[in-house]
Nanobody, 116 residues
Protein backbone atom coordinates (compact mmCIF):
# COMPACT_ATOMS: atom_id res chain seq x y z
CA UNK A 1 0.00 0.00 0.00
CA UNK A 2 1.00 3.62 -0.40
CA UNK A 3 2.99 5.12 2.44
CA UNK A 4 4.30 8.63 2.90
CA UNK A 5 6.73 9.01 5.79
CA UNK A 6 7.89 12.46 6.85
CA UNK A 7 11.04 13.20 8.80
CA UNK A 8 13.20 16.16 9.78
CA UNK A 9 10.89 18.15 12.02
CA UNK A 10 11.97 19.56 15.35
CA UNK A 11 12.60 22.66 17.42
CA UNK A 12 14.54 25.53 15.87
CA UNK A 13 15.19 29.14 16.82
CA UNK A 14 13.78 32.00 14.76
CA UNK A 15 15.98 32.61 11.75
CA UNK A 16 17.12 29.01 11.68
CA UNK A 17 16.69 26.30 9.07
CA UNK A 18 15.19 22.84 8.84
CA UNK A 19 14.92 20.33 6.05
CA UNK A 20 11.88 18.09 5.87
CA UNK A 21 11.89 14.90 3.86
CA UNK A 22 9.07 12.64 2.72
CA UNK A 23 9.78 9.10 1.59
CA UNK A 24 7.13 7.51 -0.60
CA UNK A 25 6.57 3.81 -1.17
CA UNK A 26 3.99 1.61 -2.84
CA UNK A 27 3.40 4.05 -5.69
CA UNK A 28 4.75 5.09 -9.07
CA UNK A 29 6.25 8.26 -7.65
CA UNK A 30 6.73 10.05 -10.96
CA UNK A 31 2.98 9.84 -11.63
CA UNK A 32 2.19 12.01 -8.60
CA UNK A 33 2.25 15.69 -7.90
CA UNK A 34 3.71 16.18 -4.44
CA UNK A 35 3.10 18.83 -1.84
CA UNK A 36 3.72 20.00 1.68
CA UNK A 37 0.86 21.29 3.80
CA UNK A 38 0.86 22.55 7.36
CA UNK A 39 -1.65 22.92 10.13
CA UNK A 40 -1.17 25.14 13.15
CA UNK A 41 -3.30 24.72 16.30
CA UNK A 42 -6.79 26.10 15.76
CA UNK A 43 -6.18 26.76 12.07
CA UNK A 44 -7.08 25.03 8.84
CA UNK A 45 -4.56 22.95 6.95
CA UNK A 46 -2.92 25.07 4.27
CA UNK A 47 -0.76 24.43 1.25
CA UNK A 48 2.87 25.43 1.75
CA UNK A 49 4.45 24.26 -1.49
CA UNK A 50 3.79 21.84 -4.31
CA UNK A 51 5.77 20.34 -7.17
CA UNK A 52 4.71 18.69 -10.39
CA UNK A 53 6.97 17.13 -13.02
CA UNK A 54 7.97 20.56 -14.26
CA UNK A 55 6.88 23.33 -11.91
CA UNK A 56 6.69 24.47 -8.31
CA UNK A 57 4.24 26.61 -6.41
CA UNK A 58 4.56 28.32 -3.03
CA UNK A 59 2.26 30.06 -0.63
CA UNK A 60 2.89 33.77 -0.35
CA UNK A 61 3.96 33.39 3.27
CA UNK A 62 6.93 31.13 2.48
CA UNK A 63 7.95 32.40 -0.96
CA UNK A 64 11.67 33.09 -1.01
CA UNK A 65 12.32 31.21 2.24
CA UNK A 66 11.24 27.63 1.47
CA UNK A 67 12.28 25.40 -1.42
CA UNK A 68 10.53 22.21 -2.49
CA UNK A 69 12.36 19.57 -4.49
CA UNK A 70 11.76 16.02 -5.59
CA UNK A 71 14.03 13.09 -6.44
CA UNK A 72 12.15 10.61 -8.62
CA UNK A 73 15.01 8.12 -8.43
CA UNK A 74 14.77 8.00 -4.63
CA UNK A 75 10.99 8.53 -4.35
CA UNK A 76 11.46 11.49 -2.06
CA UNK A 77 10.27 15.06 -1.79
CA UNK A 78 11.95 17.59 0.45
CA UNK A 79 11.19 20.99 1.86
CA UNK A 80 14.15 23.20 2.73
CA UNK A 81 12.98 25.84 5.18
CA UNK A 82 15.18 28.86 5.82
CA UNK A 83 14.70 32.05 7.83
CA UNK A 84 12.09 30.32 9.94
CA UNK A 85 9.60 32.41 11.88
CA UNK A 86 7.46 31.57 14.92
CA UNK A 87 4.41 31.66 12.65
CA UNK A 88 5.86 28.72 10.72
CA UNK A 89 5.18 26.54 13.75
CA UNK A 90 2.81 23.75 12.70
CA UNK A 91 2.50 20.09 11.88
CA UNK A 92 3.78 19.63 8.35
CA UNK A 93 2.20 16.98 6.13
CA UNK A 94 3.40 15.38 2.94
CA UNK A 95 0.75 15.05 0.23
CA UNK A 96 0.60 13.04 -2.98
CA UNK A 97 -1.98 13.50 -5.73
CA UNK A 98 -2.07 11.07 -8.63
CA UNK A 99 -2.30 13.17 -11.76
CA UNK A 100 -5.65 13.34 -13.54
CA UNK A 101 -7.39 11.37 -10.76
CA UNK A 102 -8.99 12.17 -7.38
CA UNK A 103 -6.54 9.87 -5.60
CA UNK A 104 -4.83 11.62 -2.69
CA UNK A 105 -2.52 10.32 0.01
CA UNK A 106 -1.25 11.96 3.21
CA UNK A 107 1.63 11.32 5.52
CA UNK A 108 1.30 11.24 9.29
CA UNK A 109 2.84 14.66 9.80
CA UNK A 110 5.95 16.02 11.49
CA UNK A 111 6.03 18.80 14.07
CA UNK A 112 7.99 21.96 13.38
CA UNK A 113 8.34 24.40 16.26
CA UNK A 114 10.06 27.75 15.82
CA UNK A 115 10.76 29.32 19.19
CA UNK A 116 13.53 30.95 21.17
Amino acid sequence: QVQLVESGGGLVQPGGSLRLSCAASGMIFSSYDMGWYRQAPGKQRELVASITSSSTKYSHSVLGRFTIARDNAKNTVSLQMNSLKPEDTAVYYCNAVRRHTPVVYWGQGTQVTVSS
